[in-house]
T-cell receptor, first 115, second 113 residues
Framework: GNSVTQMEGPVTLSEEAFLTINCTYT??????LFWYVQYPGEGLQLLLK?????DKGSNKGFEATYRKETTSFHLEKGSVQVSDSAVYFC??????????????FGTGTLLAVQP | NAGVMQNPRHLVRRRGQEARLRCSPM?????VYWYRQLPEEGLKFMVY????????ESGMPKERFSAEFPKEGPSILRIQQVVRGDSAAYFC???????????FGSGTRLTVV
């Protein structure tokens, strides 16, 4: 079945450091790919998405490119801030018979940014 | 335009009691999804509902769990005879027309004591 694998955390960085969180997927067909962010005690917020190969999703300085050849969707940011500290989830859409639109999530990566 | 509203935010139940979790989707959204997040894990799909219909319940445990989304009112996730292993955060999401990238609520954190 479809699955998502992302790097384990925690990832600890100093402010203004470069961030990469790796995400690879296994899927039949052509799913859409997502990054969600979860701040402490809150629900998930959509950070960015890409719907087809070579698409780049971007938002708030974060970027991720849908790489079909390597089945990857790595999250990057050039200069992190303390306020970026959160758990980041990679996910793919799993459409069954055109009806269900459930998401398959990775286990999440905790990012801690220190001043 | 209010987001996805879940209540209660925190719920404590003793083993054997029933837990009812409520989810009001965003205005105009007719598709609701429930996910469970166990400690230190990612979210796992439980059930997908449209108004008065269960579309996909492949992630629901076979016993004690049920979900509904009536014509009027919020979606309800019901857990009967709770056990310690049911302790988790339960998230609801909604979307219009089943489109991708839907909106999540803030979750209900269930603790079974």
């Amino acid at each position: 079945g479809n699955s998502v694998t992302q790097m384990e955390g925690p990832v600890t960085l100093s402010e203004e450091a470069f961030l990469t969180i790796n995400c690879t997927y296994t899927a039949t067909g052509y799913p859409s790919l997502f990054w969600y962010v979860q701040y402490p005690g809150e629900g998930l917020q959509l950070l960015l998405k890409a719907t087809k190969a070579d698409d780049k999703g971007s938002n708030k300085g974060f970027e991720a490119t849908y790489r079909k050849e390597t089945t990857s969707f790595h999250l990057e940011k050039g200069s992190v801030q303390v306020s970026d500290s959160a758990v980041y989830f990679c996910a793919l859409s799993d459409r069954v018979g055109g009806a269900t639109n459930k998401l398959i999530f990775g286990t999440g990566t905790l990012l801690a940014v220190q001043p | 335009n209010a987001g996805v509203m879940q209540n209660p935010r925190h719920l404590v139940r003793r083993r054997g009691q029933e837990a009812r979790l409520r989810c009001s989707p965003m205005k105009g959204h007719s598709h609701v999804y429930w996910y469970r997040q166990l400690p230190e894990e990612g979210l796992k799909f439980m059930v997908y509902l449209q108004k008065e219909n269960i579309i996909d319940e492949s992630g629901m445990p076979k016993e004690r769990f049920s979900a509904e989304f009536p014509k009027e009112g919020p979606s309800i996730l019901r857990i009967q005879q709770v056990v310690r292993g049911d302790s988790a955060a339960y998230f609801c999401a909604s979307s219009p027309l089943g489109l991708e990238g839907y909106t999540f609520g803030s979750g209900t954190r269930l603790t079974v004591v």
